[in-house]
């Protein structure tokens, strides 16, 4: 089982619409409600399309997760903030076939690199719903810390949910 990450293109948006398409039971409970469409390929070729040029601009950097050459699943660096922050939000997702294996956690690894070695950012946060205890464990295997908790952080499955917060610092990572 090879793990890997790169930046997402144009070509893949058949390959993500489908395993989105997939995967809407399983990644409901974690997704904002998304408009008609949204998965489809015209949505994800919007998506993706905006997300590359937020790329060329510096301002997040948008992976697909490969498992043996397949993509199973979406890794990013958000929102990049330059200048005395040097921080990113970081959001993934795979697919429900590879969940628990180990997948997401790689992925991560790279994305780690990506940050501090690659985009020379200093620190990388990230949510996670209170729940989501798979999520928190990968963070936490990663040396991520909590920091806090965001009281209806983000509309999740439509209502305004907490998310517990955690950080990485680029010195203090493992």
């Known amino acids: 089982m090879t793990v890997s990450t790169r930046l997402v293109t144009l070509d893949d948006v058949p390959a993500v619409s489908a395993l989105y ?7 409901r409970p974690f997704e904002p409600v998304r408009a008609q ?7 994800q070729r919007e998506v993706i399309g905006t997300a590359l040029e ?4 510096g301002e997040c950097v948008p992976h697909v997760i490969l498992l043996d050459d397949r993509i199973v699943g979406r890794i990013n660096l958000n929102d990049i903030v330059r200048g005395p922050f040097l921080n990113s939000h970081l ?4 697919s429900q ?4 294996r180990g997948v997401a956690s790689a992925a991560v690894t790279r ?6 070695e690659e985009q020379g950012l200093h620190r990388i946060q990230a949510g996670t719903l209170r729940h989501n205890i798979a999520s928190q464990k990968v963070l936490a295997r990663h040396g991520f810390v909590q920091f806090g908790l965001a009281e209806k952080y983000l509309q999740i499955a439509g209502v305004w949910q907490d998310h517990i917060l955690f950080q990485l610092l680029a010195h203090d990572r493992p």
Do not use: K, Q, T
């Open 21 to 27: 398409l997939a995967n809407l039971e399983f990644l």
């Open 37 to 43: 469409g949204y998965f489809e390929p015209s949505g």
């Open 54 to 57: 937020r790329h060329a601009r």
């Open 91 to 94: 959001g993934y997702w795979v």
């Open 97 to 100: 076939d590879v969940n628990g």
């Open 111 to 116: 994305m780690i690199e990506v940050a501090f």
